[in-house]
């Protein structure tokens, strides 16, 4: 009886602990990080298909969007297929795609990290040379292979709430195992930029006067 009591306990410790495990890994798929896969071309050279990426859902808990993040979230177009692209536009921004060039509230957006320059498409929500503004509680995204990106050029801005969260570590590929970085300088993403020109105007006046 003794050694059966034994085997008992020690049967309920490692379910005890696979339930404890099992129940954390819930927790934190659910509300805190999920493992996406890179499927397609549409963010290359940065991401490739095939890739694995982790997301982290709560990052917009606590702070907002920021030109520059890489976002995964449900297509607008097909709810059932996940997209990964990255924020261009913040609620409030003007975007103006112009000669394969992005303008942010007329300021041009240096982008190192694109494939090719910014089309666009006949029919499409952004149209050549025509300014748009990203509509309150929304971004605007795009993926880094413009040529081969179904993106807001296409189907328009998207709720920040549709957002299942922002793409923070890839572990797929072991040699490119890494945190994954904003390529933006710090002053161009988040709500400064609307307001550079103002600043500059401003600086201008100042050092006349001395």
């Given amino acids: 009886m003794v050694i059966v009591k034994a085997i008992i306990d020690f049967v309920m410790d490692i379910l005890e602990t696979i339930v404890f495990i099992g129940s954390l890994f819930i927790v934190v798929y659910l509300f805190i990080m999920a493992p996406n896969q890179v499927k397609g071309a549409s963010m290359e050279p940065a991401f490739n298909s095939g890739e694995y990426i982790l997301t982290s859902k709560i990052t917009y808990k606590f702070r907002q969007p920021h030109r520059g993040d890489v976002v995964v979230f449900k297509s607008p177009i097909n709810p059932d297929i996940d997209y990964i692209k990255r924020i261009i536009g913040l609620p409030g921004d003007q975007i103006m795609v ?3 060039e992005i303008r942010i509230n007329e300021n041009l957006l240096e982008e190192n990290y694109i494939a090719a320059k910014t089309n666009t498409w006949e029919g499409g929500y952004i149209r050549e040379g025509v300014p748009i503004t990203v509509p309150p509680k929304m ?3 795009m993926g880094d292979n413009r040529q081969r990106s179904s993106d807001s050029r296409e189907f328009g801005p998207i709720p920040i709430e549709d957002i299942i969260g922002v793409v923070f ?3 797929f590929p072991t040699n490119k195992m890494g945190k994954i970085n904003n390529p933006l300088p710090k ?3 988040s ?4 307001h550079l020109k103002v600043f500059q105007k401003t600086s201008y006046l100042f050092a006349s006067l001395f």
């Fill in 98 to 100: 112009n000669t394969g």
């Fill in 191 to 194: 709500y400064i930029l609307p």
């Fill in 187 to 189: 002053s161009l993403q």
């Fill in 139 to 141: 971004v605007l995204v």
């Fill in 169 to 171: 570590f890839r572990y």
